[in-house]
């Protein structure tokens, strides 16, 4: 092993998988799924379940499916189908086989006749109050249900009624026969189907009952001979009826192969955001943003057009790591990440958000100079490009002072500031307008500091990003700050929802100058905004009608402000 390459030590589920490895379990080769409901886009917690499933498989030579868990009609469409594949290709993973529960539907009801037939299931008459009502409490036993001890015949019946649309929504379930008295109130006989009469994104209308989550994931995870079902926390109290279903369907000394096996890690939680699918799409539903890839959301496709990439999600994803213990990690860490990876990729360019004019008084009327600057000075294979330069040009209005505390080394009047990859200029003269504002800066220019330095070896401190204000093109600039200003969305008043967490200053939008080589770029590309921090095209950036997304500032403002 190389020597200077840190040992990373394996989390809980790699250090089983190596066991599993070394005692030859699964004769050696391993299959993972990620099972999405197709009810809404993925977000950041998503992708830490796609990172693992699919990370997994690849480093110990596995195979992983994707597995759309698409059980119930009214949620789901192909919209997000589609999103789902396309997010998960875009972070740069590729499925095995791309599956659906729904292709099992046949086969699960099958193995329901089984369980009929096997005095494990029975079909309930009660409805969903009365099943309720049943249930009975943590510390005090259910009650059975009157249909419980039902003959299977008359069970087998009225399931073969239910699939062929005799009966009205809720108004029969099939329900495993296991115990009501159980202490964990998954075994207290949970339900197995409901009908329900809605036509589904792929079998149409072909079936009226649909498998609950319970009975439908680990028999999936099984067909598909799923060697590893990796899920959240939640599903640690359901693991025993995973393992009651299998164990009841599935003759293990026939089929001669190791059961799948279900382990929980925890989930991904972030603060300023909230993660549920339900909050983010009453976000969406509700017009708080854009839609599900606004650049505010935590979701994938919103990460994506604010101008995350690929390997900022996947480090991240790495870094958070995976435990047993569920903790809210700081969405700093997320900036951080895309801060490390856009600083080795992104272009640099030069654009003024809030621009100041000055026109500089001894350069040439008319002449536009092409100034060489450096594409990415982390990286010299990304090369040069040309910079207009002329005799107006645009800085950035908080980059003069007309009367400037001591060490102000940005511009003044009589100050000296290098203009960068051009000259050095010195404020000669402030313009105002009637109200007192300033409107323009006149300046001179040393024509021997070309490119940034003076042969005469004089310093200045100051290094200001500008534009030529007869070349640069006109932008509209998106500054996306934090969907919520408060750390925990969920905590409100009462009366209140999350959504009165909600930051009024998310986004703030203003007309920028950038330098023309922008016209050049596709959407999504990836700038840094000098000084400023990280950009992307938007999605619906055209040449003629630039539109640019701050992906993030170049360092965390949010950390000064807890500072002060
Ligand atoms: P909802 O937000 O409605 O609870 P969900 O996020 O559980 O839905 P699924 O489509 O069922 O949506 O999730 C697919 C997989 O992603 C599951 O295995 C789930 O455990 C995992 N997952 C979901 N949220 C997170 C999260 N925050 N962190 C890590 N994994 C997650
Ligand atoms: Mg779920």
């Known amino acids: ?104 539907f046949e086969q699960l009801y099958d193995w329901a006749i089984l369980l009929i037939k096997k005095g494990k ?44 649309g005799e009966f009205p929504d809720g108004s029969k379930v099939v329900r495993a026969k296991i115990d009501m008295a159980s202490p964990n109130m998954h075994m207290r006989d949970p339900i197995m189907y409901r009908i329900k009469h809605a036509h589904h994104h792929r079998t149409a209308n072909e079936w009226c009952i649909y498998p609950m989550y319970d009975y439908a994931h680990g028999q999936s995870d099984y067909i598909e001979n799923v060697t590893h079902s990796l899920c959240t926390l939640e599903f640690e109290v359901h693991r025993p009826l995973y393992d009651w279903f299998l164990d009841n369907i599935i003759d293990d000394e026939k089929v001669n192969r190791e059961r799948t096996r279900q382990t929980e890690f925890a989930r991904l939680n972030l603060n300023y955001t909230v993660m549920s699918k339900r909050m983010l799409l009453q976000l969406v539903e509700e017009g708080h943003v854009e839609g599900w890839d606004d650049p505010r959301m935590p979701t994938i496709s919103g990460l994506r057009r604010r101008g995350y990439t690929p390997a900022s999600i996947r480090n991240f994803a790495d870094k958070v790591g995976i435990a047993k213990r569920e903790n809210v990690i700081d969405v700093s860490l997320l900036e ?134 007869e070349k640069a093109l006109k932008a509209r600039v998106n500054l996306y700050d934090r969907l919520f200003s408060l750390e925990d969305p969920y905590s409100c008043a009462e009366g209140e929802t999350f959504l009165s967490n909600l930051n009024p200053n998310s ?44 992906t993030v500032t170049l360092r965390d403002s949010w950390a000064k402000q807890a500072e002060k």
């Open 336 to 469: 951080h990440c895309v801060r490390e990876d856009l600083n080795k990729i992104a272009q640099r360019v030069m654009g003024v958000l809030d621009p100041l004019k000055i026109t500089i008084a001894n350069y040439p009327d008319g002449q536009v100079e092409e100034l060489e600057a450096i594409n990415n000075p982390e990286d010299e294979r990304m090369g040069t490009r040309r910079v207009p330069f002329s005799k107006t040009i645009y800085i950035e209005r908080a980059d003069f002072m007309e009367n400037p505390p001591k060490k102000y080394f940005r511009l003044s009047p009589g100050a000296e500031v290098r203009l960068r990859y051009a000259y050095y200029i010195t404020c000669t003269e402030v313009v105002k307008d009637a109200s007192g504002t300033i409107t323009e800066l006149i300046c001179t220019y040393d024509t021997a500091t070309r490119g940034g330095d003076s042969p005469d070896g004089r310093k200045v401190k100051g290094t200001l990003h500008w534009v030529s204000a």
């Open 121 to 164: 299931a029975y079909v309930d008459d009660s409805s969903a109050d009365e099943i309720a009502s049943w249930r009975g409490t943590p510390t005090q036993p259910g009650q059975e249900s009157p249909c419980r001890n039902r003959p299977v015949e008359e069970s087998l019946d009225l399931l073969g009624r239910m699939k062929n």
């Open 1 to 104: 092993m190389n020597q200077e390459e840190p040992v990373k030590s394996l989390n809980f589920i790699e250090a089983m998988i190596e066991e599993d490895i070394r005692s030859k379990k699964h004769s050696g080769s391993l299959q993972f799924r990620f099972p999405p409901e197709p009810n809404g886009y993925l977000h950041i917690g998503h992708a830490k379940a796609i990172c693992l499933s699919f990370g997994l498989a690849a480093k110990y030579k596995g195979l992983c499916n994707l597995r759309f868990d698409d059980t119930n009609p009214i949620k789901e469409e192909v919209e997000y189908v589609e999103a789902i594949k396309d997010n998960i290709q875009w972070l740069g993973f590729t499925w095995d086989k791309e599956c659906y529960t729904s292709d099992y």
């Open 507 to 550: 986004l703030e939008q203003v007309e920028a100058f950038v330098e023309p080589f922008l016209a050049e770029g596709q959407p999504f590309d990836h700038y840094q905004f000098e000084r400023l921090g990280y950009f992307c095209l938007d999605k619906n950036s055209t040449p003629g009608n630039l539109v640019v997304n701050r």
